[in-house]
């Protein structure tokens, strides 16, 4: 028998919460396909809007609790944030909610704490506690969902008013937006299709083959049969930044999952090739069927640790640098990243983004050019690094670049872009 939805949010809100998985590789889980559309529409919803809410679902658990929160087993702390969330931001019935939590306490060998599941959500129901509305850290901290490292960051380097101003913007839902593939396909023919199946949708002013979806289609044939895929629209920029026009050698240094890879093999020049190159062979290997589906033609595919050298006998025109970086600038997409992400990673990232952009360049002819981007709003994983690598390198030169940050979405997606020609 197949387990519920509400027991599958649980079940996944721990692993998410451990780091084993993304909320963004739903489509690959197990417990998730096992549930019908319905059922996979509500628990993605449910995770989503827990991960998103979490400090304020945690706060209010420990008003009505009385065990502290860390001394909660995490299968408890895990029935109690989804139900919790429910019973804020869903409409369903609260007997229900409650009548459920308690029989996941069992299903999760967790039946000692059904009582005690049962008196926490009665409290809460009962109390109707307010967030906090201070303005010290942790008050802010609650109320915007944001750890408190973050918050400080952010109220540190950009005051108060903008910094509610981010975080307000990494709790929206985020916006959905397809890129047609003129592979297989055209821009009126996926409309007529969205048209045909009522599914509401708009084109994107200065991007010809890009369209805005009030949600993400799972299942549907536009991206079943390869005819499109979902990315945002600041991913787009980059490379609708850069001129492809005459170029002819263009290599993408962590392209997984691919999709830059694809927009520069349609950008480039007829005979022109696309060297996409990634560590991980299993991502490589999903990369490679993603373009057999949408028919990406003139792509290569090299598994490589870039770190300290490269493989290529030959130099490239450009060099696409999407670095590996926090993903803070993601974060209404990403929920999870401001709970599993350590700001002791800054330090180990900044290296190894240094290491890349050193190989990046070396890859390149005379005049040729890097494109480095992130999707992070952070300076150790954008300025600081480009500033250093110009230090050491005497054959560097920046130019100016779309102002070096694309922010379509709001002063809280600040998509950070830079290019470094060989001189």
Known sequence: MSSSPRTTAVRILLQILSRRIHLGDLSQNTKFLALDARDKAFTYRLLYSVVQGLSQFDYLISKNSSIRLEKLDEEIKAILRCAICELCNFRTPPHAVVNESVKICGILGKKSASGFVNAVLRNHLRSKNPLPGGG???SIAVRYSHPTWLVRRYLDRHGPIVAEQIMEEHNREPKHYLWVNPFKTSLKGVCSQLERDNLEFERVEGFPSCLRLATVLTGHPIITEGLGFFMSLESQSIVAAMNLSDCFRIADICAAPGGK???MAYGIQSSGQVYASD???N?????????????VPNLNFVQADLIATHPYRRTFDIVLLDAPCSGLATLAENPEIRWTFEPSSFDRMYKRQISLLRTAFNMLG?????????CSSEPEENEQVIEQFL???????REDFLGNVI???GVGRCFFLASIRRI
């Not at 991502?283 to 028919?295: D, F, G, I, N």
């Not at 230090?391 to 030169?397: I, N, V």
């Open 261 to 263: 890879s694809f927009l």
């Open 391 to 397: 230090e050491e390198e005497p054959r560097a030169k």
């Open 366 to 374: 005379k005049g040729g050019q890097v494109v480095y981007s992130t």
């Open 136 to 138: 010290d850290v942790e």
């Open 279 to 281: 560590i991980s062979l």
């Open 407 to 409: 922010s379509l979405g």
């Open 283 to 295: 991502r490589l290997t999903v990369m490679r069927k993603r373009a057999e589906l949408l028919a």
